[in-house]
């Protein structure tokens, strides 16, 4: 079955660049979004096709995507961006969608 | 501005249908270019896309999830509806209804139930 494969954790110092990565079969030719869930909350959409920003979400978070692999960057981590972040996609054929398994952002 | 309102029993016994419904304000369900659907975090654990409705009735399912789950709209109560049979303790979870973009990604939540499988 179709996977999405995030590292299950990311650290970072408050001010420092966080990228967690997103790998998928499928990402060449479907799109990446990112949720930011913080503990307790729903998730939060904070990046959608691949690179696109909701209105609202601060301009430090932004997504990218090469070949196989999507990739969520936080630039200038914050200490409120602690939380869980996780990737989704479809499969290849676009009727079924998926999370990755999540990556636990720490900043401290 | 799209509000989801769940309902539904917070539990569930094994071998039994977990049913949920969810209720749209804000916006017609039939009026709307967005899919309808459901997903589920267990406890200290990831995201699980369960499924996605359109108002013509269309769904697209997990297939690990397929053989048990029914995902329902009526247009008339602006609702859309949950069934997951043969429940186990699996299928503990906070389930979240919510609405979704035309490649299926979710934008948006209701408030989410924690529905326990125990007898």
């Known amino acids: 079955s179709y996977e999405l494969t995030q590292p299950p954790s990311v650290s970072v110092s408050p001010g420092q660049t966080a990228r967690i990565t997103c790998s998928g079969d499928?990402?060449?030719?479907?799109?990446a979004y990112w949720y930011q869930q913080k503990s307790g909350q729903a998730p939060v959409l904070v990046i959608y096709?691949?690179?696109k920003r909701p209105s609202g979400i601060p301009e430090r978070f932004s997504g990218s995507s090469s070949g196989t692999m999507a990739t969520l960057t936080i630039s200038g981590a914050q200490v409120e961006d602690e939380a869980d972040y996780y990737c989704?996609?479809?499969?290849?054929?676009?009727?079924?969608?998926?999370f990755g398994g999540g990556t636990k952002l720490t900043v401290l | 501005q799209l509000q989801l309102q769940q309902s539904g029993p917070g539990l569930a016994k094994p071998s039994e249908t977990l049913s949920l419904t969810c209720t749209v304000s804000?916006?017609?369900?039939?009026?709307?270019?967005?899919?309808w659907g459901w997903i589920r975090q267990p406890p200290g654990k990831g995201l699980e896309w369960i499924g996605s409705?359109?108002?013509?009735?269309?769904?697209y399912y997990n297939p690990s999830l397929k053989s048990r789950v029914t995902i329902s709209v009526d247009t008339s109560k602006n609702q859309f509806s949950l069934n997951l049979t043969s429940v186990t303790a699996a299928d503990t979870a906070v389930y979240y209804c919510?609405?979704?973009?035309?490649?299926?990604?979710?934008?948006?939540w209701g408030q989410g139930t924690l529905v326990t499988v125990s007898s």
């Open positions: 499928a990402l060449p030719k479907k799109y």
């Open positions: 804000g916006g017609s369900i039939s009026g709307s270019r967005y899919y």
């Open positions: 989704y996609s479809t499969d290849s054929s676009g009727t079924h969608g998926l």
């Open positions: 096709e691949d690179n």
């Open positions: 409705i359109y108002y013509t009735g269309s769904t």
């Open positions: 919510g609405w979704f973009g035309e490649l299926l990604y979710p934008l948006g």
